[in-house]
């Protein structure tokens, strides 16, 4: 029976890293299609290994702004997958931006008994208490957003390890999470203390991290916005567009 705080845990379950490290890993140029869904627009991308990304773009507001198309959206959703192996089956989603609907809480990459440390899933009931970990993007930052951290601020410690990973951990060791930043990956791009950031608000009980993109990553984003501005902007009524990335 699992408690209501989530603390290290010792357990057996899949190895999940080879899934995983799909949405660690450059896969090129692919094709894009947009698709106007309700409110959103959602953009799939195919690349030519077979790995499927699936963004979901919301307006910010009814005025139209000056600049891109894109910058009057909300990225609210950005997932990966890939083929599994088995008949060419797709694997289970992995969620770079925002976060599943689910009745569970997955909890990613907490350390095995004894020295060898892999990333796994441990899938736990949600409870009113537990920490839920939710991941956004800015034009200028990737943001962490986790709620139900009712410890002080000077509780956390945010580290680097190995130049890859980002390790956040309590003084009281009641919570533990190490993890990656994909699009930092992708370009085998090395992470730097000084650009990560940590606020705690007490009253709500949220955690809130930051890491400042590197130009790197910033001018990725530049190609990848031309792209998703073809593809949004032709967009009319509920039809769809094929975009291909060059």
């Known amino acids: 029976q699992f408690k209501n705080k989530v603390t290290y845990a010792t357990v057996t379950v899949l190895n999940t890293s080879r899934h995983i490290a799909e949405m660690l890993r450059n896969h090129g140029r692919g094709n894009t299609t947009a698709i106007q869904v309700g409110g959103k627009i959602r953009l799939q991308t195919i690349y030519p290994d077979g790995t499927e990304r699936i963004e979901e773009w919301v ?20 997932k ?15 969620w770079e931006v925002g976060e599943p609907n689910s009745s569970f809480a997955s909890v990613k990459n907490y350390q095995l008994e004894g020295n060898e440390s892999r990333k796994i899933d441990l899938i736990v009931p949600n409870a009113s208490s537990n920490p839920t970990w939710r991941c956004e993007e800015t034009a200028t930052s990737f943001v962490w ?31 533990f999470k190490r993890f990656e930043i994909p699009a930092m990956s992708r370009l085998n791009e090395r992470l ?18 930051h890491y400042n993109k590197s130009p790197r990553v910033m001018d990725a984003d530049k190609e990848e916005m031309k792209m998703r501005d073809i593809a949004m902007s032709k967009i009319a009524g509920d039809g769809d567009v094929g975009c291909n990335q060059s």
């Open 59 to 78: 307006p910010k507001g009814r005025s139209k702004q000056k600049g891109s198309y894109q910058d009057q959206m909300i990225l609210t959703c950005r």
């Open 80 to 94: 990966w997958r890939t083929k599994s192996g088995i008949l060419g089956q797709s694997g289970e989603w992995e």
């Open 192 to 209: 730097d203390r000084s650009a990560l950031s940590l606020k705690h608000d007490e009253h709500s009980k949220c955690l809130t991290i």
């Open 145 to 175: 957003r986790v709620k139900n951290c009712p410890w002080e601020k000077n509780n956390y410690n945010l580290t680097i390890e190995n130049d890859t990973k980002v390790v956040l951990r309590t003084k009281n060791k009641k919570f």
